[in-house]
Structures are given as C-alpha cells and as structure tokens.
C-alpha cells in the first residue's frame, strides 16, 4: 500500500515558513504597495510629486562614482554636502519618500591611479581630517586597496572618451581591511545623510592576487582540502607557494 503520509521534516519546514510569513508581515507598512511601487533617481521633491514615485536612488557626496571623495576632497565641502542631503530626506521623508543611495567598490578618478583623489588626499597628509569617518591613517596608499593582478602590478584600466575626457578605473580589493574600515566611513555617511538604504554596486570585481587574497586562499585550501592536495594536483609541497 502506498504510504501517503507527509514527513515529519517537510511539516516543520512549512510550519517555519508560515510562521516568518506572519512573523514578518505584522512589519510591513501596509499603506505601502511595494510591489508597485515607483522608483525614480532625483533629489527633484516636486518631480516625485508629480509622478507618484515613493523611492528615490540619490548618489552620494559625488556624482559618477559614489565615492564621497571624488568631489568633495577638503573637509568643510564634506560637511556642506551631507546637511544639503539631510534637508532633502527630512523634507522627503515627512512625504513618506524613501531614499536609496548608489555606492560603489569602484574606485575610479585620474586619469591616472596616482591622481584618484581618495589618493592624493592620503598623499597630502589630509587623511586625518576625515579620521571621524573613514579611522586612523591607513599604513598604506588607498592605491593598494586596487585589486592586484597575477604579476602583481595594479588592476584596472584607463579609458578616454570620444569627446577626449580621460580617466581611471579600478575595483578595489573586498578582502583588504583598509578598504573594509573606509567603506564603514561611506556607510556612516550615508547615515548622517538621512539615506534608508543603498545599493552597492560592483561587488564583482576581477579577481585579486594581493597579500590579502593570498593569505585567505592558503587559509582556505588548508581547511577545505586534503594534506595532500597541492602536492598530488600541482606537485607542490608548500601551499603557500602557489
Ligand atoms: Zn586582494
């Protein structure tokens, strides 16, 4: 006879699902049809008026990059550019808009690496100035938060466009604490900001050999794999000299 009865396992998991269900849903706005809900990218509070939108994705302190460097670099500009942002939200936000803020792992400027401005802000001694945000002075140049090809020379490209503009741009290296340490500065900035949310783009990135990488790829393959892996595979002894 065909046994109909449903498992023990398969009955707890819908119970839990039921249970995040109304769990979750006693949080929702209900005046809210989130479904449906239109999206618009401005600090323009008539414009969302007009249109009906309810969420807005505002960039951050710079336009292009979402790096509050960019085109901010002294301190009082930093400042003006986080209390212009604030009054938009506290406006928008007493309208019932939310606000999405654009960020990237992308660093980008130039056009060269050594002209990024998060670079020449290090390189002129000013990275103090911003301790409040992004910590203490780094031991090293914001230029080696770029993820680090094979050979070990800086990732990244320049580009020019056709009207002759010229630039740089770089992922940084998600495994580098320092780049890590910033990131928590952006994010308090958006927070002073009066910012709901972001979205952070480019998480990608191209693939990092830097010390970072390495050392959490040697820690990786002696956990997840056998003694004799590295040598059996790649014939080598040390799994720190691949
Ligand atoms: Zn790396």
């Not at 992308?106 to 002209?115: A, F, L, Q, V």
């Amino acid at each position: 006879m065909k046994n109909t009865t449903v498992p023990i396992n398969i009955l707890l998991i819908i119970f839990i699902a039921m249970l995040s269900f109304f769990t979750c849903s006693k949080h929702v706005e209900q005046n809210i049809d989130y479904p449906h809900m239109r999206v618009i990218c401005t600090e323009d509070i008539e414009l969302m008026d007009s249109t009906e939108a309810k969420l807005s994705i505002i960039r951050p302190l710079s336009f292009g990059s979402g790096q509050p460097w960019v085109s901010y670099p002294n301190r009082q500009g930093f400042e003006d550019a986080i209390k212009q942002a604030k009054k938009l939200t506290d406006k928008g936000h007493k309208k019932g808009y939310t606000y999405i803020s654009y960020i990237s792992k992308t660093i980008s400027g130039g056009p060269t690496p050594e002209e990024l401005p998060l670079v020449k802000v290090y390189e002129e001694g000013r990275w103090n100035e911003y301790e409040d945000y992004f910590g203490p002075e780094p031991p090293e140049s914001p230029l080696e938060w770029i993820e680090k090809r094979a050979d070990g020379s800086l990732g990244g490209y320049t580009w020019v466009s056709p009207s002759g503009v010229a630039g740089f741009h770089s992922f940084a290296c998600a495994n580098n604490p320092h780049f890590k340490r910033y990131m928590k500065g952006v994010v308090k900035a958006l927070v002073d900001m009066g910012i709901d949310g972001f979205y952070m783009d480019h998480t990608e990135g191209k693939g990092c050999y830097c010390q970072y990488c390495n050392k959490a790829f040697h820690k990786f393959v002696k956990e997840e794999y056998p003694a004799n892996f590295v040598s059996e595979k790649y014939g080598l002894n040390n799994v720190d000299a691949v």
